[in-house]
């Protein structure tokens, strides 16, 4: 039985993603600046704009209802995003705590480097 739902909800999934069609826009320095969806009537589902600052890195995504700003350390890392998350790195610039309103979301560890994680 499961099986079965299993298979139609990817059948459905599938012939959904099979109607949208994606197009992208690039800035000069190949950073995407646009991304629009539309169905197979080229009707607009959603769309999206992105702001860089220089040395690419992507400062705000806009959408129809919101808009989301992106903060960068003085090493290049993700810090903050405007929607609540901070991102922690270790001082060997790994990605180690990603927290939203102080609460820890995420706690990664890179299992397969553990021996090496000092």
């Given amino acids: 039985m499961f099986q079965r739902a299993s298979s139609c909800l990817m059948s459905l999934l599938f012939r959904y993603l099979s109607e949208i069609n994606n197009i992208y826009s690039y800035d000069g320095t190949s950073n995407r ?5 539309q169905n197979n009537q080229n ?3 959603s769309q999206y704009t992105y702001t860089y600052q220089p040395g690419d890195y992507l400062i705000s995504k806009t959408d129809p209802s919101s808009l989301v700003n992106y903060n960068w350390d003085i090493y290049g890392q993700l810090s903050s995003k ?10 060997k610039r790994n990605l180690n705590t990603v927290t939203e309103s102080n609460i820890v979301k995420e706690l990664l560890v890179a299992p397969l480097c553990a021996g090496y994680i000092t």
């Avoid at 600046?33 to 969806?37: D, Q, V, Y």
């Avoid at 405007?82 to 001082?91: A, H, K, R």
């Fill in 33 to 37: 600046i646009s991304e629009t969806w």
């Fill in 82 to 91: 405007s929607s609540g998350e901070n991102y922690i790195f270790t001082g």
């Fill in 43 to 45: 009707q607009i589902i």
